[in-house]
């Protein structure tokens, strides 16, 4: 590794309560944040949503507009139902892939877009894939939005028993720790490549998941809810 490539990797870790990006809450709520990637989808989205109801707990839903567009309808019962919306990508493709003039474009025009059809603001952006770069952090900052990224994950992405995969997750999470999850496989429609969709009930499993966190005293709540009792707590999140 060279020297100035040390340098900066140094400064970055030095300062990333600045220029880092959002990883979790510190809070002394009892709360834990939850997140959805990859939708909006017309049926696990609103049966998501419904267990969520049910606990009377929140989520911020991490939206591709590839999927937006079709389901504007969803997008805003998201809004209605008191949940968060945030902007997940124009489509699933990767922001590192692209010169900066065109992760620029991406998120202003994707924030403005998915702006309209939600018909409120948007603050976050989760990169896909959570890969980024201090050259893509910093575009995407100056647009305004923030990235966030995750704690615990569900991965739901890939084939494991349901009580293997929430037992999991709740050994590394705490008050105000950002969990992962998906309402949607993202696929070739949005510009992703990754295999075949595992077979998972996932209503089912965000079931399991707020059983498990009623269990040991903790309420699942959008990015914003936590915020209202909390400050953000950013981190390094680079070269992934």
């Not at 019962?77 to 992760?103: C, K, M, Q």
């Not at 293997?164 to 070739?188: C, K």
């Not at 903790?218 to 914003?224: E, P």
Request: charged content about 25%; hydrophobic content about 40%; proline content about 5%.
């Amino acid at each position: 590794m060279s020297t100035l490539r040390r340098s900066v990797g140094r400064f970055v870790r030095e300062h990333s309560a600045v220029i880092g990006s959002i990883v979790s809450v510190t809070t002394d709520a009892r709360v834990v944040v939850l997140t959805y990637d990859d939708g909006p989808d017309p049926v696990a989205t609103r049966a998501i949503q419904d267990e969520l109801e049910a606990s009377g707990a929140t989520a911020t839903f991490f939206v591709l507009l590839t999927q937006a567009r079709r389901h504007g309808d969803v997008v805003r019962e998201t809004i209605a139902r008191g949940h968060e919306v945030a902007l997940h990508g124009i489509d699933h493709r990767s922001l590192v892939d692209f010169p900066s003039a065109e992760v620029r474009r991406r998120c202003v025009d994707g924030r403005a877009e998915l702006e309209d059809i939600a018909g409120t603001r948007v603050r976050w952006l989760r990169p896909p894939y959570g890969r980024q770069t201090l050259r893509t952090w910093r575009v995407v900052r100056s647009t305004g939005l923030e990235p966030v990224m995750w704690g615990p994950s569900l991965r739901d992405s890939v084939p494991m028993p349901l009580d293997r995969r929430i037992a999991t997750t709740l050994t590394s999470t705490q008050n105000g720790s950002i969990l992962l999850a998906h309402d949607r496989f993202a696929n070739a429609d949005d510009g992703a490549a990754d295999g075949d969709e595992p077979d998972i009930d996932r209503p089912g499993l965000t079931r399991g998941l707020l059983e498990a966190l009623s269990s040991s005293n903790l309420q699942g709540v959008s990015l914003d809810r936590a915020l209202l009792n909390g400050v953000p707590l950013r981190g390094a999140w680079f070269g992934r």
